[in-house]
């Protein structure tokens, strides 16, 4: 069957959707790593944060940066990128469609990292709160909770926090039994255990992260507002806290108190959000 590439012209600028490539198939577009219903969900949330103070994890060839300067017009944006190698392709796109200097891109940056993120931050906002952070980095769930736990209270009340691509360990795992399914010959078996050996020190799935945000937005509705749900997209919208959530636990019943110790991790997470 023939290829239809799936195109989204923001601005003048055409994105051709391709979440498993770096590059588009035409010189002229710009490659973004996501699939349609995830674009889908920027587009709905455009009018609402145009102007805005953005802050994006995780930038790889530039798409998605590219995309949210086109589609928000952010006030200012900040941007992470593990990889110290800036890709010449969103250099040059800024260069030539963010005149101002609006858009910054750090790279060799770590989105953990508790000293330089905060650090990039206050210089880029002041003592401005942030509109909206998305989380497309490492997917993985000690830097990710770690981002999280940074950043969140940096949002706004009413803000956003966007945490992709969430559940890949465990498309993951569907991959890996339908492959033991149709593994006729053992072969797969074998790899699969070969490669089992070598990685022995596999984390926790980001999921677990995830989890823990369903119970806090039960626990603490006065912090997160709201949450969104959607295959592997996971939207969580800061509320506006006149406590700090820490001063129920302290006051709870014998009866609540058995409920809260069985979702401990919870509170570790809230404990940390002051
Ligand atoms: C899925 S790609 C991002 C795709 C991009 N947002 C887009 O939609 O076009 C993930 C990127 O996150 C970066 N990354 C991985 N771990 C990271 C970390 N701990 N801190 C910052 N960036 C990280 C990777 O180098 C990679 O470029």
Not at 110 to 118: F, I, K, L, R, T
Not at 243 to 258: F, G, M, W, Y
């Amino acid at each position: 069957m023939d290829y239809l590439p799936d195109l989204e012209t923001i601005d003048g600028v055409t994105f051709e959707l391709r979440p498993h490539h770096r590059t588009p198939t035409k010189k002229q577009w710009t490659c973004l790593r996501k699939n349609r219903s995830i674009t889908n969900r920027y587009l709905e949330l455009a009018e609402e944060f145009q102007r805005s103070r953005i802050v994006e994890f995780g930038v790889d060839q530039g798409g998605s940066t590219s995309f949210f300067a086109k589609l928000f017009q952010p006030e200012k944006m900040i941007a992470f990128e593990l990889s110290d190698e800036p890709v010449s392709t969103v250099m040059d796109f800024l260069s030539e469609q963010d005149p101002e200097g609006r858009i910054n891109i750090h790279w060799g940056v770590n989105q953990a990292d508790q000293a330089v993120v905060p650090r990039l931050l206050d210089r880029a906002f002041g003592s401005h709160a942030v509109d909206f952070i998305v989380d497309d980095a490492s997917h993985l769930l000690a830097p990710s909770t770690a981002t999280f736990e940074m950043l969140f209270p940096r949002l706004r009340p009413g803000g956003l926090y966007v945490l992709e691509d969430w559940s890949g360990d465990h498309l993951d795992e569907l991959a890996i039994v339908t492959a033991f399914m149709n593994d006729t010959d053992g072969e797969f078996a074998r790899r699969f255990r070969a490669a089992a050996l070598q990685n022995t020190n596999r984390s926790k799935p980001m999921s677990l992260l995830i989890c823990q945000l369903v119970v806090a937005s039960g626990r603490n509705p006065d912090w997160i507002a709201e949450l969104r749900i959607r295959g592997g997209y996971c939207e969580v919208r800061r509320g506006a806290p006149t406590s700090r959530p820490t001063h129920r636990l302290v006051t709870i019943s014998a009866s609540s108190a058995k409920r809260c110790l069985r979702s401990r991790p919870m509170h570790a997470l809230f404990l940390r959000l002051r």
